[in-house]
């Protein structure tokens, strides 16, 4: 606790400035060689330094069930900023978030992400962005890459689950990828909702078996989000630490 706003400076400092330099690298490298193969370990190392610098210990669960070379929609509870390092840092494939447009804003940033394929989606865009998600959900699978959403639409405040909204299951069964539910717990206590102080800590990652989205149809989707929440919310309370 004493040793948390110190945590803290070193590291916005230490991610801001890797995000900077790695951020203008990638735009620069991806307009001259979008083909090439850096961008996966870059997103890691920038994970991992991320994971480094805020005193986060990763315990992963379930990485057997993962196919390295597939590519998968992940779904699961999203409790703390410290969730999207943990994820990319921590899985076996290289992925992609659905994230919100005001992020695509932030200089640098926006640029970066824009050049590695994350998916910008616009909250109040309704179902007319539908199509044009789709367009850049198929283009991140074609590259052989998996896509994180978080269907609660944004972070828990109290680290309760939230109900999971439709969007992430209607984009796995348009694009036919199995989704994969994953269970976070104690990266709320790592980096609170709302909190300035990073006070680090263990957050523990479970995945769970994938389920395949081949043959589902849109009368599917409200089964298929129940499905998938209960396997997370199940494991959840069996792990969270209250």
Known sequence: MALSPIRTV??????GIATLLLGSYLIILLRFHPTTRQVTPIMRFWARLFLLVT??????EGLDKLDPDASYV????????????????????????????ELFLVPVLGGAMRAIHMVETDREAGPMAHREINEQV?????????????PEGTR??????MP??????????????PMV??????SERVWKPAEKL?????????????????GFAIADIASLRDRLRGVVEKTYAEIRVR
Do not use: Q, W
Request: charged share 20%.
């Open 55 to 60: 005193g986060t210990r990763v315990e992963v």
């Open 156 to 161: 828990s405040k109290d680290a309760e689950m």
């Open 198 to 214: 990073i006070f680090g800590g263990k957050v523990r990652l479970v995945i769970h078996d994938p389920i395949p989205t081949e």
């Open 74 to 101: 992940f779904c699961g509870n999203h409790i703390s900023n410290i969730d999207i390092p943990v994820m990319i840092g921590r899985l076996p494939v290289s992925v992609r978030f659905l994230a919100k447009e």
């Open 181 to 186: 539910p994953v269970t976070i717990a104690g």
């Open 164 to 177: 999971f909204k439709k969007g992430a299951f209607r984009i796995a069964i348009d694009n036919g990828m």
């Open 138 to 150: 198929g283009r991140v699978a074609a590259e052989g890459l998996s896509l994180v959403i978080y």
């Open 10 to 15: 070193v590291a916005v400092l230490s991610v």
